[in-house]
């Protein structure tokens, strides 16, 4: 005797009333055409736009804070999108989606082609963008260093749509959502433009605090950063001698259950490995210091934090200073190490390059904390602004994975 498997009905987990039913499922290729951009060489691409020119839209666009543009002349009509339009890249960070904006589209791009009356644009914008079709995109693309979505797989893809007032109603949902989003996201961009500025007019005394009597502070001294405290270096780890989890900033040697090393491991790329530091017998630096990476890439060298108890690899670099520890390292963030590092294959400095750095400190202790207390109540509103961020970008993630089938 055969059993009969019943199908689950195509109705999402959550829907708006007054609307019921069946969705309909089909694939791309009952509903969309797409095609492919235009690739024009680097050296036949403009840095600057003319009268016959067209915004050359590629991966670069994507990047954040990319502020590097290409123009090309008279492309095909139909490597030409208008601001209604929906592209999505189909090779390198595949299923990337782009809309909201004219030009002509690199061959890294497919143009989305829908009927209105089937498809509502931010419907389909939504759908593209879930988890389930991201994955099935990125399967679909291969695992070659390279990956390439082409035209037969996206067309095999499923989705699942209701009536066009239904999918209008969850994309004006989606958009409130959105809305609320690039709100607080702004509020942190305003904060963050905010602490910059004033960390500009604090280190640079266009503003000041008064003391507790409502009087100025004593002047300001100009010093060398050698005269603040020390530097130091860490210890040099072949790669023989170095572990396997790249991209680890800061690994913590009390998850490699060795007793009484309660420390962290610091650097800027690597981690050691647990019989390394057995073997070895390092000791940490037990105080609390400013902590920054001081070979390879400039950025490396921009990024500073606070630690104490730590090992330190060879990468990295240490400040012990005598001030107020976070006082230093606000006034850290408004020096661009990297300024004084060594040309070389990997750029680096050392404590001697950065030791001549001169800064002007306040006298006061007082005073110097009353900087670092101002600034560290914006940070952590900037923190918190991440954090409801995060949030809310995981509950509308949710509620997506609910209200589309």
């Known amino acids: 005797m055969s059993t009969v498997t019943k199908q689950k009905p195509l109705v999402p987990e959550l829907r708006f009333s007054g609307f019921d039913g069946e969705w309909q499922k089909n694939t791309f290729k009952d509903l969309v055409k797409i095609n492919q951009g235009l690739q024009i060489a680097i050296s036949e691409r403009m840095t600057s736009p003319d009268e016959n020119s067209h915004f050359y839209i590629t991966n670069e666009f994507l990047r954040p804070g990319n502020k590097k543009k290409y123009y ?22 595949t299923g990337k989606v782009v809309t909201g904006v004219s030009g002509a589209f690199h061959n890294n791009f497919f143009k989305i082609k829908y009927e209105p009356s089937e498809l509502d644009k931010r419907f389909l914008v939504s759908f593209l963008t879930l988890p389930t079709t991201q994955n099935r995109i990125l399967v679909m693309a291969g695992t070659s260093t390279i990956p390439d979505l082409n035209h037969t797989d996206f067309y095999k893809i499923n989705i699942s749509r209701p009536e066009i007032t239904e999918q209008q109603k969850i994309a004006d949902f989606l958009g409130s959502v959105d809305a609320w989003l690039d709100n607080l996201r ?13 960390m500009q007019k604090l280190f640079t005394q266009q503003v000041g605090f008064k003391d507790d ?10 010093v060398k950063l050698s005269q603040l405290g020390k530097f130091i270096g860490g210890i040099g780890f072949s790669e023989s001698q170095q572990g396997g989890k790249d991209g680890v900033s ?75 520890i976070w006082f230093m390292y606000y006034l850290s963030q ?38 670092t207390d101002f600034l560290t109540v914006i940070d952590q509103t900037i923190t918190a602004e991440a954090e409801e961020i995060t949030r809310v970008e995981q509950w509308k993630k949710g509620l997506m994975q609910k209200m589309f089938v």
């Open 72 to 93: 090309i002349k008279n492309p095909p009509p139909s490597v030409v999108c208008n601001e209604d339009d929906v592209l999505m890249t189909r090779t390198g960070n």
């Open 186 to 198: 702004q509020q942190k961009t305003a904060l963050e433009s905010y602490k910059r500025g004033m």
């Open 213 to 222: 009597n409502g009087k100025n502070f004593p002047e300001w001294k100009e």
């Open 250 to 324: 800061f690994y913590k040697v009390s998850d490699m259950n060795l007793p009484g090393n309660e420390v962290e491991m610091v650097t800027a790329n690597n981690y050691v490995t647990e019989e390394q530091i057995k073997l070895n017998r390092y000791k940490p630096i037990k105080e609390k210091a400013l902590i920054f990476a001081k070979v390879g890439a400039a950025i490396y060298m921009e990024r500073k934090r606070i630690a104490e108890n730590f090992l330190l690899d060879n990468n990295m670099m240490a400040f012990v200073t005598t001030e107020n």
């Open 334 to 371: 408004t020096v661009r190490f990297s300024k004084y590092a060594q040309v070389g294959a990997l750029p680096s400095c050392n404590g001697s390059d950065i030791g001549d750095i001169k800064v002007e400190i306040p006298t006061s202790a007082s005073e110097q904390k009353k900087i």
